[in-house]
């Protein structure tokens, strides 16, 4: 049988984190290699070498480009530019649309005015949300 001696006394002991010691050395390592980084990337080498590093990238980048629309025009298909021609037109032939469809709606006004003017019969409604200046045409 046990003594009230042989029982602890207090709080039971707490057991050891194990991700203790790794949190630790994370953060030690963490602070060396910022401060290694934050002391190389302040130099002027640092930068130049960047420079050249991004100068390279975008001189490929040129390349890829260059070889892929050579590629697409080889097959007959469009490039990038082709596309954005083609909306550049097809956003003008809308304008245009919608400037025909206004002149349109003035001259059959016109003509309803004067019909109106000579036999009376009831006016047709006009179309509403019709402006001079409307863009482009957002109906299907």
Do not use: C, H
């Amino acid at each position: 049988m046990t003594t009230p001696a042989d029982q602890p006394t207090g709080p039971a002991p707490r057991p050891a984190d194990p991700f203790e010691l790794w949190r630790q050395i994370y953060d030690a390592n963490e602070r060396a290699w910022s401060t290694a980084l934050e002391k190389a990337m302040a130099t002027p080498a640092f930068a130049q070498t960047q420079g050249k590093v991004l100068e390279t990238f975008l001189q490929a980048q040129k390349a890829v480009r260059d070889t892929m629309r050579s590629y697409l025009e080889s097959v007959n298909l469009p490039t990038r530019e082709d596309i954005a021609r083609l909306g550049e037109l097809i956003v003008g032939l809308e304008e245009k649309i919608d400037q025909l469809s206004d002149r349109f709606d003035q001259v059959e006004s016109a003509a309803a005015a004067g019909a109106t003017s000579r036999t009376a019969p009831p006016k047709a409604p006009s179309r509403p949300g019709r402006a001079a200046d409307s863009g482009p045409a957002t109906e299907a």
